[in-house]
T-cell receptor
Framework: DVKVTQSSRYLVKRTGEKVFLECVQD?????MFWYRQDPGLGLRLIYF???????EKGDIPEGYSVSREKKERFSLILESASTNQTSMYLC??????????????FGNGTRLTVT | LAKTTQPISMDSYEGQEVNITCSHN???????ITWYQQFPSQGPRFIIQ???TKVTNEVASLFIPADRKSSTLSLPRVSLSDTAVYYC??????????FGTGTRLLVSP
């Protein structure tokens, strides 16, 4: 069974801090994704990657960057955290390449609070 | 602008069939429609996926009309444990996977 592991379940950071959210998958999947989930807004795509060192912007990339140096690991970086980035962050992976038709496998999320 | 919409909430009773519809007017031509289930404090979990007509697995059925601008998830004989939020997911082109707004299903005894 696919396992997607997010490094932290809960995180509290101060405004202006640089924040790293880490995600690791163990099934050699090509694609990895970062979503944020907010009440009333559902899941919104921040960034995704379909190969090592490749990245594509999602719908809300502003204030975020990503890194994928190894196939199994996809990091989300908040360069200077702000209170409007308080949210639940969900990482996902899927098997195939640019077709994006394989089901997504999600981690259990990181609830980030920026104070 | 891609828009994928679902009813905000639905109520049902144990043993009933529940149908949840998703409207996706900007779906890409060659891509699938996928449905997920999410419980509190967990990531979404895959339920079913289809391209056209009807797909059935051990937990649900998925109905997709010919124009593919909507899809309906059908849950037969729901139980209390089916209380969750249900999302559709479509590829709207430009490699953008867009989740629907989510439907909160409450199943009562």
């Amino acid at each position: 069974d696919v396992k997607v592991t997010q490094s932290s379940r809960y995180l509290v950071k101060r405004t202006g801090e640089k924040v790293f959210l880490e995600c690791v998958q163990d099934m050699d999947h090509e694609n990895m994704f970062w979503y944020r989930q907010d009440p009333g807004l559902g899941l919104r795509l921040i960034y995704f990657s379909y190969d090592v060192k490749m990245k594509e912007k999602g719908d809300i990339p502003e204030g975020y960057s990503v890194s994928r140096e190894k196939k199994e690991r996809f990091s989300l970086i908040l360069e200077s955290a702000s209170t409007n980035q308080t949210s639940m962050y969900l990482c996902a992976s899927s098997l195939d390449g640019t077709a994006l038709n394989s089901p997504l496998h999600f981690g259990n999320g990181t609830r980030l609070t920026v104070t | 602008l891609a828009k994928t919409t679902q009813p905000i909430s639905m109520d049902s009773y144990e043993g009933q069939e529940v149908n949840i519809t998703c409207s996706h007017n900007n779906i890409a031509t060659n891509d699938y429609i996928t449905w997920y289930q999410q419980f509190p404090s967990q990531g979404p979990r895959f339920i079913i996926q289809g391209y056209k007509t009807k797909v059935t697995n051990e937990v649900a059925s998925l109905f997709i009309p010919a124009d593919r601008k909507s899809s309906t998830l059908s849950l037969p004989r729901v139980s209390l444990s089916d209380t969750a939020v249900y999302y559709c997911l479509v590829n709207t082109g430009f490699q953008k996977l867009v989740f629907g707004t989510g439907t909160r299903l409450l199943v009562s005894p």
